[in-house]
């Protein structure tokens, strides 16, 4: 019988949590948000903020201040918040949701249920589910059903 060695446990534990599939997605997902801003942030200094210059000539967002308030920087970062919210917006609610809703899982055949409930929370989910979307639980993989005769 192999010695169990002290802290092990907790290095596994720890495996198992920065490993499970969702946190690489949340970590993906703020390393392309991050790409995302500073694409976003490029456009709006070097193409949307040059052409506004052209409408407004001799005029520069950077010189619009009071003092030491800097009105200018202030709008050209809030052109950049409301620019990336807007390709979010699109890209996110739009594009993917429009992917998601023909993606949609089908109906269940007659005689299969639609729904389970989780084993730990106690949540309805959907029958096929090999996580509950409550707890985030795996759960255990289901019998197949006997055949009716």
């Known amino acids: 019988m192999a010695a169990k060695i002290p802290g ?37 200094e070097n193409i949307i903020m040059p052409i506004i210059s052209y409408v407004t000539p001799h005029m520069d967002f950077k010189d619009w201040h009071l003092g030491k308030l800097t009105f200018g920087v ?18 996110v609610v739009k594009v ?14 007659p005689g299969e249920p639609a729904a389970k409930d989780c084993p ?9 589910a090999k996580k509950c979307g409550h707890c985030t639980a795996d759960l255990p993989a289901e019998a197949p059903a006997p055949a009716m005769a």
Not at 96 to 109: D, H, S, Y
């Open 120 to 128: 730990f929370c106690l949540s309805s989910i959907p029958f096929k």
């Open 8 to 44: 092990l446990g907790m290095w596994d534990e720890f495996k198992n949590f920065a490993f499970k599939g969702n946190m690489i997605d949340l970590a993906v997902g703020v390393i392309l948000g991050a790409a995302f801003g500073s694409v976003i942030k490029s456009m709006v």
């Open 74 to 91: 202030f709008l050209g970062d809030l052109l950049n918040f409301l620019l990336v919210a807007l390709a979010i917006f699109l890209i």
């Open 96 to 109: 993917i949701g429009t992917l998601m809703k023909k993606t949609i899982a089908k109906p269940p055949a």
